[in-house]
């Protein structure tokens, strides 16, 4: 029996009175890409956020690879050094170049020599088609390049699943497609993802499953074909009607 690479097990989160997160379930499997979808406040960010406890929660438990992810100490930064996350903004260190900002957490969490990181990052950097910014700083770069350069140093980690929450959502609309590009031969290389977005094209094209959301509940979930095409719930009917019409 496969080990899902990450479970969420009747988790519930709440800010205040706010029940953001409604007795949520969900599996992900080594190399399966989630989309998770669903109108503003429905409780998506909140959900990828407690996937590595940036968010901690009121109840339920949440695993990687069959572990249990504390709520804190030292266990928690070893899990966390696990999960790659790209944030909407791209939370690059404006004083360090792009290279640095890829070789710090290697050398310092991972205890990889500078050199042999250097070389990973300059790799990963072609990958995303950024090495010629290699020595610049992120205020050089577009904000479509901070974003791939931000992919970049996640991925420097060889996380076991990756975290994206709304990537494309601080960028001008020609840039989107040069980061769901990466993310998408990402998702095609079988890399682990779990990606909150609005773009349905890329939940279409890149997802093995699109996870619907709805005021903190999974309201549906399912082969992305299914989803878009035949959704089964009236929520989910409504909310299509309204995004695909734009």
């Known amino acids: 029996m496969t080990i899902p690479r990450v479970s969420l097990r009747s988790v519930n989160k709440h800010f205040g009175e706010l029940h953001v997160l409604r007795d949520i379930n969900l599996t992900v499997l080594p190399g399966e890409v989630i989309v998770v979808v669903g109108p503003s406040g429905s409780g998506k960010s909140t959900l990828c956020r407690t996937i590595n406890r940036l968010e901690p929660i009121?109840?339920?438990?949440?695993?990687?690879?069959?572990?249990?992810?504390?709520?804190e100490g030292n266990e928690l930064a070893k899990l966390r050094a696990d999960v790659g996350m790209?944030?909407?903004?791209?939370?690059?260190?404006?004083?360090?170049?792009?290279?640095?900002?890829?070789?710090?957490?290697p050398t310092k969490v991972r205890g990889i020599e500078r050199k042999q990181a250097e070389e990973e990052a300059m790799q990963l950097l072609e990958r995303v088609g950024i090495a010629n910014k290699a020595h610049s700083r992120p205020a050089e770069l577009s904000g479509?390049?901070?974003?791939?350069?931000?992919i970049a140093r996640a991925l420097a980690m060889h996380p076991k699943v990756m975290l994206f929450d709304e990537p494309t959502s601080a960028?001008?609309?020609?840039?989107?497609?040069?980061?769901?590009?990466?993310?998408?031969?990402?998702?095609?290389?079988?890399?682990?993802?779990?990606?909150?977005?609005?773009?349905m094209g890329f939940a279409r094209r890149a997802a093995d499953r699109v996870v619907f959301m709805d005021h903190g509940q999974i309201v549906e979930e399912g082969a992305p074909e299914t989803f878009f095409d035949a959704p089964q719930t009236d929520r989910a009917r409504s909310f299509l009607a309204s995004v695909l019409t734009h």
């Open 58 to 71: 009121h109840s339920g438990e949440i695993r990687i690879d069959g572990q249990e992810v504390p709520a």
């Open 86 to 105: 790209v944030f909407q903004s791209f939370n690059l260190f404006a004083h360090r170049t792009i290279l640095d900002n890829l070789t710090l957490a």
């Open 171 to 199: 960028l001008d609309p020609e840039m989107v497609n040069e980061v769901l590009g990466v993310m998408t031969s990402l998702a095609a290389e079988g890399m682990t993802m779990v990606v909150v977005t609005h773009e």
């Open 144 to 150: 479509g390049q901070q974003q791939r350069a931000a």
